[in-house]
């Protein structure tokens, strides 16, 4: 008696063949919302300069550090969101002596983002 099993392999040979386009745009999406959730985050500000308060994302004044925020690609899996002015930093976090206290706006973004980043991976292997 012969005994024979087939296994259908079309959908993971479509999965492997799809799965590292597909991660490289979950993860360009993330990295993408994060920085539009970031720059959405300031608001308020103007002439003359109202600050923020303690805590809470700063305000656009000319709006420098929200057009300075951009995303570079490390690798395909990679995403760097970061922004391009000296102050970003001192802002997140508060200044090393004390006299500016943080006014996160990069942190908060990317943990707005986590649920969905994670709801995207799920999806792929559905």
Known sequence: MAFEV???TARLDQLIHTLPDMAETIVHK?????KERAQASMVGGGKPHVPSLPGEPPHRDIGNLAA???VREVSKLERQVGDGVEY???LEF???DGT???RPWLI???E????????AWKALFR
């Open 100 to 102: 500016l206290a943080a």
């Open 94 to 96: 508060g200044s090393e």
């Open 30 to 34: 993330a990295a993408s919302n994060i």
């Open 68 to 70: 300075s925020i951009d």
């Open 6 to 8: 087939r296994l259908d």
């Open 88 to 90: 970003g930093l001192p």
């Open 112 to 119: 707005k983002e986590r649920k969905p980043y994670k709801q």
């Open 108 to 110: 908060p973004a990317l």
